[in-house]
């Protein structure tokens, strides 16, 4: 069973871990990424891949970062150090540790800038400033909030204050209290949008939109945003889902809850996405606005519907706490490093980590004002940090994961820490070793230009490559072992 290396946190209750990951999963992402980066690859073909990626890659992975947590009792690096060492493995393999703490941490730097403007249009909301009547004055009320730095910077530091607050009184008190209420209200709050979408005349559109394709392809970029953002949305690859899996009792199963919090998760975006399209369409707006899209059309929703001021601080509420609970699971894994390693406490740690991400985040905040010509290729720092942690840090970290799980550590590990039927783990054994690696393979390489996936015609090229992957993977595995063992 589990080897705890010194007495840890636990969650408090039987769904304790489950509401506490979910709380992770459920955020921004789900409500403010996932619409807008499906307008602007274009709507079905993008829903399509993200929901294979989901399946394929972010199911397994999430298991496998689960039973990491647990069996290594630690933050991202030292469970990490621990397990390969008890597999007798170099602890070399503990740099995905640091990879994952540090994606998580660029993350937050720019997730607290987007949770600033739930922030703040939940002040608007509350003292009238959203008053107006089309799209083109949402648009301006969104450029305006942007404009000046210090009313952008004031609430984004809000979020780190408040995040760091949470997180320095500790996982349970702080955690899993805010998400029992906070989901099911969530949901409803959807429901409401939902209700309302399909009496504005776009919902037809919408639905078209989301879930029909008939171009023949996805642009490479599109495909990398989807597999990214099946990390993003499911808190993978960056410590937080690693950390919260550390304070899992033994007796919990990993298999049971990360399907719970995947279909959570993938519920929530997709009503989202049912909430705001029909809006957009309604009012005439282009699907591909950009970050800004949610804010610009859901505030016209508002005002359309009865009691739309009710529910529209009712949303932006549950918009910012949703994003509160995401945002103190991507600081979770820094500081429970430095509690364990730097001999710090939990609020040392935690107002520590708290400045230097004021720090970046300021920086990201200064994108959308003073700073937007600051750009590097094109981008600014804000999409910088998007760009880098979603398209590339977070596949490969996954990617070294399921690698290390499939083929570098002993079967024990697993065998116990996930406890599946021999057919089941065999099952999982064949994700982790070749779907999983051979879908980010295919989209890096499809990405990186190397050779282009045309959707239809080349799928059974892609099975027959995965036929042949999975036949020299089994037969080169223990000298693959012996040669990645180091
Ligand atoms: N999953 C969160 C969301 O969808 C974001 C997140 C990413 C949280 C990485 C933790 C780690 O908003």
């Given at each position: 069973?589990?080897?705890?290396?010194q007495?840890?946190?636990?969650?408090?209750?039987?769904?304790?871990?489950?509401?506490a990951?979910?709380?992770?999963a459920v955020?921004l992402?789900?409500?403010?990424?996932?619409?807008?980066?499906?307008?602007?690859?274009?709507?079905?073909?993008?829903?399509?891949?993200?929901?294979a990626?989901?399946?394929?890659?972010?199911?397994?992975?999430?298991?496998t970062?689960?039973a990491?947590?647990?069996?290594g009792r630690?933050?991202?690096i030292d469970?990490?150090?621990?397990v390969?060492?008890?597999?007798?493995?170099?602890s070399?393999?503990?740099l995905?540790?640091?990879?994952?703490m540090?994606?998580?941490?660029?993350?937050?730097?720019f997730?607290?800038?987007?949770?600033g403007?739930?922030?703040?249009?939940?002040?608007k909301?509350?003292t009238?400033?959203?008053?107006?009547?089309?799209?083109?004055?949402?648009?301006?009320?969104?450029?305006?909030?942007?404009?000046?730095?210090?009313?952008?910077?004031f609430?984004?530091?809000?979020?780190v204050?408040?995040?760091?607050?949470?997180?320095?009184r500790?996982?349970?008190?702080?955690?899993?209290?805010?998400?029992?209420?906070?989901?099911?209200?969530?949901?409803?709050?959807?429901?409401?949008?939902i209700?309302?979408?399909?009496?504005?005349?776009?919902?037809?559109?919408?639905?078209r939109?989301?879930?029909?394709f008939?171009?023949?392809?996805?642009?490479?970029?599109?495909?990398l945003?989807?597999?990214?953002?099946?990390?993003?949305?499911?808190s993978?690859?960056?410590g937080?889902?690693?950390?919260?899996?550390?304070?899992?009792?033994?007796?919990?199963s990993?298999?049971?809850?990360?399907?719970?919090v995947?279909?959570?998760?993938t519920l929530?975006?997709?009503?989202?996405g049912l909430?705001?399209?029909?809006?957009i369409f309604?009012?005439?707006?282009?699907?591909?606005?950009?970050?800004?899209?949610?804010?610009?059309?859901?505030p016209?929703?508002?005002?359309?519907?009865?009691m739309?001021?009710?529910?529209?601080?009712?949303?932006f509420?549950?918009?910012?706490?949703?994003?509160?609970?995401?945002?103190i699971s991507?600081v979770?894994?820094?500081?429970?490093?430095?509690?364990?390693?730097k001999?710090l406490?939990?609020r040392?740690?935690?107002?520590?980590?708290?400045?230097?991400?004021?720090?970046i985040?300021?920086?990201?905040m200064l994108?959308f004002?003073?700073?937007?010509?600051?750009?590097?290729?094109g981008?600014?720092?804000?999409d910088?940090?998007?760009?880098l942690?979603?398209?590339?840090?977070?596949?490969?970290?996954?990617?070294g994961?399921?690698?290390?799980?499939?083929?570098?550590?002993?079967?024990?590990?697993f065998r116990?820490?996930l406890?599946?039927?021999?057919?089941?783990?065999?099952?999982?054994?064949?994700?982790?070793?070749?779907?999983?690696?051979f879908g980010?393979?295919?989209?890096?390489v499809?990405a990186?230009?190397i050779?282009?996936?045309?959707?239809?015609?080349?799928?059974?090229?892609?099975?027959a490559?995965?036929?042949?992957?999975?036949?020299?993977?089994?037969?080169a595995?223990?000298?693959?072992?012996?040669?990645?063992?180091?």
């Amino acid at each position: 069973m589990t080897t705890p290396q010194q007495p840890r946190a636990q969650w408090l209750g039987r769904w304790g871990f489950v509401l506490a990951a979910t709380g992770s999963a459920v955020g921004l992402g789900n409500i403010w990424k996932f619409p807008y980066i499906t307008g602007e690859h274009g709507g079905g073909a993008f829903v399509l891949v993200y929901l294979a990626c989901i399946l394929a890659v972010g199911v397994p992975v999430m298991m496998t970062e689960i039973a990491f947590g647990r069996r290594g009792r630690g933050s991202p690096i030292d469970a990490v150090r621990r397990v390969v060492t008890e597999s007798g493995r170099s602890s070399a393999w503990s740099l995905l540790g640091w990879l994952a703490m540090l994606a998580g941490f660029m993350i937050l730097s720019f997730y607290v800038v987007v949770a600033g403007w739930s922030f703040s249009y939940l002040w608007k909301m509350l003292t009238g400033g959203l008053a107006g009547s089309g799209v083109d004055d949402m648009v301006a009320i969104f450029v305006a909030n942007n404009e000046n730095p210090l009313n952008l910077g004031f609430w984004s530091t809000l979020v780190v204050v408040l995040t760091m607050l949470i997180v320095g009184r500790g996982v349970q008190a702080g955690i899993e209290r805010s998400v029992t209420w906070m989901m099911p209200g969530m949901v409803i709050m959807l429901l409401i949008l939902i209700g309302y979408g399909m009496t504005s005349g776009g919902f037809g559109e919408a639905w078209r939109f989301l879930f029909s394709f008939d171009t023949g392809s996805l642009s490479s970029d599109g495909m990398l945003a989807a597999l990214g953002h099946a990390f993003f949305t499911l808190s993978l690859a960056s410590g937080a889902i690693l950390t919260y899996g550390s304070y899992l009792p033994a007796r919990a199963s990993i298999v049971r809850t990360t399907f719970s919090v995947a279909m959570a998760d993938t519920l929530v975006a997709l009503m989202a996405g049912l909430a705001i399209f029909p809006v957009i369409f309604a009012n005439g707006m282009d699907p591909g606005e950009g970050p800004g899209l949610i804010f610009m059309s859901l505030p016209l929703a508002f005002q359309a519907m009865p009691m739309g001021t009710l529910f529209g601080i009712l949303f932006f509420v549950m918009l910012s706490m949703a994003a509160l609970t995401s945002a103190i699971s991507m600081v979770e894994a820094t500081v429970s490093w430095l509690c364990d390693n730097k001999g710090l406490s939990r609020r040392a740690a935690a107002w520590g980590t708290g400045i230097v991400l004021w720090l970046i985040s300021t920086m990201a905040m200064l994108s959308f004002n003073v700073g937007a010509d600051w750009t590097l290729l094109g981008r600014h720092f804000f999409d910088w940090l998007d760009y880098l942690t979603s398209r590339w840090m977070m596949p490969l970290g996954g990617l070294g994961m399921v690698l290390l799980a499939g083929f570098v550590l002993k079967s024990e590990t697993f065998r116990d820490e996930l406890g599946l039927s021999p057919r089941w783990h065999a099952l999982w054994l064949f994700m982790v070793r070749y779907v999983s690696p051979f879908g980010i393979l295919v989209i890096f390489v499809d990405a990186l230009g190397i050779a282009r996936i045309e959707f239809g015609i080349h799928w059974p090229w892609l099975l027959a490559a995965l036929a042949l992957a999975t036949l020299i993977g089994e037969l080169a595995s223990p000298r693959l072992r012996q040669a990645l063992a180091g």
